[in-house]
T-cell receptor, first 114, second 116 residues
């Protein structure tokens, strides 16, 4: 079993829809959760990060963590064609130490249709 | 401030050839990483360097070597390329966040390598 599981998609939605992207993880030591966005033929870029259970909002994006069920979600409100990208979840222990190694999901490909 | 830069952007090798992928960061980060990204496999860590002068194996180190030349530069070498090493290679560097106990990684644009 992979430490982080993510549905690869692709997920296709109409412009303006609410998008829900999800990951599950297996190791309860993971405390730090991130979402990266990767446009086609580009490197991943950090979108949001959170330490704790609950919600964190940034504009149209909301990251949600449920540690009791080991479930991570990213919601995109009023989705735009410019949101079309691959979204990768990532996690690590809170005290990652000098190594700072992240565990990535495989990514979900999102297409927002105009 | 260029962030993380990688050269070359594209490369085609024949089986058995060698090459070095270059990576540099100008953010004064201590930690640097090399990943490969393959369809359906996500990002897999090849090697990392927690600080200047140290390197360690990641998840998929076989067939690769690395050099942390200085704080800015971290290179990845393929000594004898194989078709299984056809992939997109990303370099990343890491800083400490404002709280001081967690880290974010910043990625370069990638190198697309094909081995025939």
């Amino acid at each position: 079993q992979k430490e982080v599981e993510q549905d690869p998609g692709p997920l296709s939605v109409p412009e303006g829809a609410i998008v829900s992207l999800n990951c599950t993880y297996s190791n309860s030591a993971f405390q730090y959760f991130m979402w990266y966005r990767q446009y086609s033929r580009k490197g991943p870029e950090l979108l949001m990060y959170t330490y704790s259970s609950g919600n964190k909002e940034d504009g149209r994006f909301t990251a949600q963590v449920d540690k009791s069920s080991k479930y991570i979600s990213l919601f995109i409100r009023d989705s735009q064609p410019s949101d079309s990208a691959t979204y990768l979840c990532a996690t690590q222990p809170l005290y990652g130490g000098a190594t700072n190694k992240l565990i990535f999901g495989t990514g979900t490909l999102l297409a927002v249709q105009p | 401030n260029a962030g993380v830069t990688q050269t070359p952007k594209f490369q085609v090798l024949k089986t058995g050839q060698s090459m070095t992928l270059q990576c540099a960061q100008d953010m004064n980060h201590n930690s640097m990483y090399w990943y490969r990204q393959d369809p359906g496999m996500g990002l897999r860590l090849i090697y990392y360097s927690a600080s200047e002068g140290t390197t360690d194996k990641g998840e998929v180190p076989n067939g690769y070597n690395v050099s942390r030349l200085n704080k800015r530069e971290f290179s990845l070498r393929l000594e004898s390329a194989a078709p299984s090493q056809t992939s997109v290679y990303f370099c990343a560097s890491s800083s400490r966040d404002l709280v001081g106990v967690a880290y974010e990684q910043y990625f370069g644009p990638g190198t697309r390598l094909t081995v025939t």
